[in-house]
């Protein structure tokens, strides 16, 4: 049973009974499409730049955007789902690292600047020791 359409960049629509976002990729259900079929219409990554989502009278309530990686069909009984995930940023995707490491790097260098003064105070604490101990033997 269709509950809604949704209308792809090139002004085509099809009858769905689902499109949402899940787990970070677009999800969509097709009842009256064959695998084939759905593959072919979701092969052209321009032409998911946008997908305008529509009730039954063609009236647009929202849309998803930059969803333009094909992932595959999946069947499950009479319904086929298309899944669609975001083309990944490269730069993004290198921002993201090096801040990553750089965070990494400022722990480590807290952790060493710890571990500096610790080991700066037991060797303050055993020059203490040293002295008690050269004092006590009266030298």
Aim: charged fraction near 25%.
């Amino acid at each position: 049973m269709n509950t809604s359409k949704i209308r792809l960049v090139n002004g085509d629509t099809y009858p769905v009974t689902r499109a949402e976002v899940t787990h970070g990729r677009l999800e969509i259900d097709f009842e009256e499409k064959s695998c084939e079929e759905i593959q072919k219409i979701f092969l052209v990554q321009d032409n998911l730049e946008t997908i305008e989502l529509l009730n039954l009278d063609d009236e647009k309530y929202g849309e998803i955007v930059r969803y333009t990686v094909y992932s595959g069909v999946t069947l499950v009984g009479e319904i086929k789902t298309v899944i669609l995930s975001q083309k990944t940023d490269p730069v993004q995707e290198r921002l993201t690292s090096v801040e990553a490491k750089a965070l990494e790097a400022t722990i480590l260098a807290q952790n060493a600047k710890t571990e500096t003064t610790d080991i700066a105070q037991q060797v303050t604490d055993l020059q203490l020791a040293m002295c008690e101990m050269y004092e006590g033997m009266g030298v």
